[in-house]
T-cell receptor, first 112, second 107 residues
Framework: EPEVTQTPSHQVTQMGQEVILRCVPI?????FYWYRQILGQKVEFLVS????????KSEIFDDQFSVERPDGSNFTLKIRSTKLEDSAMYFC??????????FGPGTRLTVL | AQRVTQPEKLLSVFKGAPVELKCNYS??????LFWYVQYSRQRLQLLLR??SRESIKGFTADLNKGETSFHLKKPFAQEEDSAMYYC?????????FGTGTRLQVFP
């Protein structure tokens, strides 16, 4: 059964550095999402992406964040200048239509 | 505002006991609701969606619009059901999650 994959599984970075988190959605899916989960808190929506543009974003997704689908398979989340409070588990998800979302295993981002 | 509430952080039961994980929602319209499960060190996996009205791994959930609830139930818990369970509401391109309930099933 196809699955969403994410790399790396764990990323450690210094405050102020740029990070790129990568995701490979399920191949016939058209809708892509990023969520994050700060330790001990709930899963929070960041952004949704369809037809090569952002369809919705949360207030968390400020100018420091961007998403891109650079080719036919990858979907990336970039954080331009990381802050301590960006430390979290970041989940990518994809869906074929606007209903059931399938999640990747997550990337744990640690900002020092 | 759209919101999902899971009032219990932890639910502990013995194997064979019935389980009910509570979920209440706030939504103006016809909700689309899901239950996701996260086993230790694994990804979030879809367990149930209310539209399909199916039973997965013995779990069922019924949407009660009058009580704005979507509680997850299983008549006889198994040790392998131990996991984090998240209720989620779909709203215009995003899922709104509850805080999750950790289910511990003791032998």
């Amino acid at each position: 059964e196809p699955e969403v994959t994410q790399t790396p599984s764990h990323q450690v970075t210094q405050m102020g550095q740029e990070v790129i988190l990568r995701c490979v959605p399920i191949s016939n899916h058209l809708y892509f999402y990023w969520y994050r989960q700060i330790l001990g808190q709930k899963v929070e929506f960041l952004v949704s992406f369809y037809n090569n543009e952002i369809s919705e974003k949360s207030e968390i997704f400020d100018d420091q964040f961007s998403v891109e689908r650079p080719d036919g398979s990858n979907f990336t989340l970039k954080i331009r200048s990381t802050k301590l409070e960006d430390s979290a588990m970041y989940f990518c998800a994809s869906s074929r239509t606007t209903d059931t979302q399938y999640f990747g295993p997550g990337t744990r981002l640690t900002v020092l | 505002a759209q919101r999902v509430t899971q009032p219990e952080k932890l639910l502990s039961v013995f194997k064979g006991a019935p389980v009910e994980l509570k979920c209440n929602y706030s939504y103006s319209g016809s909700p689309e609701l899901f239950w996701y499960v996260q086993y230790s060190r694994q990804r979030l996996q879809l367990l149930l969606r209310h539209i399909s009205r199916e039973s997965i791994k013995g779990f069922t959930a019924d949407l009660n619009k009058g009580e704005t609830s979507f509680h997850l139930k299983k008549p006889f818990a198994q040790e392998e059901d131990s996991a984090m369970y998240y209720c989620a509401l779909y709203n215009t391109d995003k899922l709104i999650f509850g805080t999750g309930t950790r289910l511990q099933v003791f032998p």
